[in-house]
């Protein structure tokens, strides 16, 4: 029976041979046809490069069978031709040299060469004088200095995660942006939610940031994020509690570098929403919202104008404290941010006797003592008010140490804060000279 192309001997226990002889007649037997060998043969083609050279710096050279050419004699032309072209602009050069050197004279020679310097030089100097034109602009484009003794930022100028060159502009836009942002009291447009309920939603939204330890501008995002929805949608009070938990997810994922889970927050609503209401909440308020969830906050404007008079830590956490009581107002939701903190800050500085309003808090802030006086005297009047038994949270959060128990320290008097409002000359006024015999 004749054997099959290919088929392996077969090899017994008892024999000597290796395996590696049988492979290799199996290979014979195979004849010339299979090359199993992986390293790459000589004429075979090279592989296929992941990005061609778009240079064409090796330029592929097709042989087709009866047009054989000789590389060397291509290489012996080239050169024949490359030599006669140099010789014949060197021969060229020469006699031009010639001609003017025998035509004129050392003088004009030293001329022509300083003419030539005059000639090399003429574009660099366009060159300068256009990038200094480009440099200078109009002067209604040019940015307004700021004086010296109002400029906070220039201690910062070597830290470029401060932006010290953009912190005024930064805060000027946020301070135009916030003009979109303002609200009216929507309240009316509610059918089964009133201020009260609103109140405790917030002093809830506080807890939730301080057991998960989130930042403050995420509160208070989570707040505004909350109020133009109730704002434009009209709610049922059973989803309350989850338009609070949306927002304050969403407020996390634009604040937080690492936001929470998804399933933290339906721990903290202890299970009363399923995940997909969650998500679903979420869509629709950032579609009702239009995305646009990029609103300015009165804790950016507090921080900054507290720098503006270098205040300590134990005063900007005062004005952090009435600041995060306003939350809970719903007549205070259609003040403006940077308002807010300004008033808050003021209240600080009185009860603190640290001054009043500064020319240089004016000049950062925009707001004049006239301008922040009403809301200042609303503020007063709200932690004066008897203590709240259901909202609590806020409270006992700056009684702690660590917020320096800023919410048991006395309230300012008003007769302080008036003065503050209102300054006036204590001095005596001189009365009117009475008028003589001659008169």
């Known amino acids: 029976m004749p054997l099959t192309r290919g088929r392996k001997g077969l090899v017994t226990a008892g024999s000597k041979i290796p395996q590696l002889n049988a492979k290799a007649?199996?290979?014979?037997?195979?004849?010339?046809?299979?090359?199993?060998?992986?390293?790459?043969?000589?004429?075979?083609?090279?592989?296929?490069?992941?990005?061609?050279?778009?240079?064409?710096?090796?330029?592929?050279?097709?042989?087709?069978?009866?047009?054989?050419?000789?590389?060397?004699?291509?290489?012996?032309?080239?050169?024949?031709?490359?030599?006669?072209?140099?010789?014949?602009?060197?021969?060229k050069k020469e006699a031009k040299l010639k001609k003017s050197s025998s035509l004129k004279s050392p003088d004009e020679e030293v001329k022509s060469v300083a003419g030539q310097e005059k000639e090399v030089n003429?574009?660099?100097?366009?060159?300068?004088?256009?990038?200094?034109?480009?440099?200078?602009?109009?002067?209604?484009?040019q940015k307004p200095e700021s004086p010296e003794e109002f400029d906070i930022?220039?201690?910062?100028?070597?830290?470029?995660?401060?932006?010290?060159?953009?912190?005024?502009?930064?805060?000027?836009?946020?301070?135009?942006?916030?003009?979109?942002?303002?609200?009216?009291?929507?309240m009316s447009k509610q059918p089964s939610i009133n201020v009260g309920m609103r109140a405790i939603l917030v002093d809830w939204l506080v807890e939730v940031q301080e057991n998960f330890e989130l930042n403050h501008e995420t509160l208070y995002l989570a707040v505004k994020i909350t109020d133009h929805y109730?704002?434009?949608?009209?709610?049922?009070?059973?989803?309350?509690?989850?338009?609070?938990?949306?927002?304050?997810?969403?407020?996390?994922?634009?604040?937080?570098?690492?936001?929470?889970?998804?399933?933290?927050?339906?721990?903290?609503?202890?299970?009363?929403?399923?995940?997909?209401?969650?998500?679903?909440?979420?869509?629709?308020?950032?579609?009702?919202?239009?995305?646009?969830?990029?609103?300015?906050?009165?804790?950016?404007?507090?921080?900054?104008?507290?720098?503006?008079?270098?205040?300590?830590?134990?005063?900007?956490?005062?004005?952090?404290?009435?600041?995060?009581?306003?939350?809970?107002?719903m007549d205070l939701v259609p003040e403006r941010g940077s308002r807010l903190a300004s008033a808050c800050l003021l209240i600080a500085l009185a009860t603190k006797d640290l001054g009043g309003w500064s020319p240089i808090l004016q000049f950062h802030s925009g707001y004049q003592v006239s301008d922040l006086?009403?809301?200042?005297?609303?503020?007063?009047s709200m932690l004066s008010a008897p203590f709240d038994d259901k909202l609590r949270a806020v409270r006992s959060k700056y009684t702690h140490k660590v917020f320096f128990a800023v919410a048991s320290l006395p309230l300012v008097d008003v007769d302080v804060l008036e003065k503050v409002l209102c300054p006036c000359d204590t001095a005596p006024s001189t009365p009117p000279e009475s008028p003589g015999k001659d008169a």
């Open 122 to 141: 003429a574009p660099v100097e366009k060159l300068v004088t256009s990038a200094s034109s480009v440099r200078e602009l109009p002067p209604h484009l």
């Open 25 to 91: 007649s199996n290979r014979k037997e195979e004849g010339p046809q299979v090359k199993r060998s992986t390293s790459p043969q000589i004429g075979a083609p090279k592989k296929r490069m992941a990005f061609v050279d778009i240079t064409n710096a090796r330029k592929v050279q097709i042989s087709l069978p009866g047009r054989k050419k000789d590389p060397v004699k291509k290489t012996v032309k080239k050169t024949e031709n490359a030599n006669k072209t140099l010789t014949s602009v060197s021969t």
């Open 153 to 186: 930022d220039s201690q910062h100028s070597d830290d470029c995660c401060l932006t010290s060159e953009y912190a005024k502009d930064i805060f000027d836009y946020l301070r135009q942006r916030e003009e979109k942002f303002v609200l009216d009291d929507y």
């Open 230 to 329: 109730l704002s434009l949608a009209p709610v049922m009070k059973e989803n309350l509690q989850l338009i609070g938990s949306s927002a304050m997810l969403i407020a996390s994922k634009f604040e937080e570098r690492s936001p929470p889970c998804l399933d933290d927050f339906l721990y903290i609503c202890d299970d009363a929403y399923k995940r997909e209401e969650l998500i679903s909440m979420e869509t629709t308020i950032l579609q009702t919202l239009s995305f646009d969830i990029n609103i300015p906050i009165p804790y950016r404007f507090l921080r900054r104008y507290a720098k503006c008079v270098s205040a300590g830590m134990d005063t900007l956490t005062l004005a952090r404290y009435v600041c995060e009581l306003s939350l809970l107002e």
């Open 373 to 380: 006086a009403p809301l200042v005297r609303r503020l007063h």
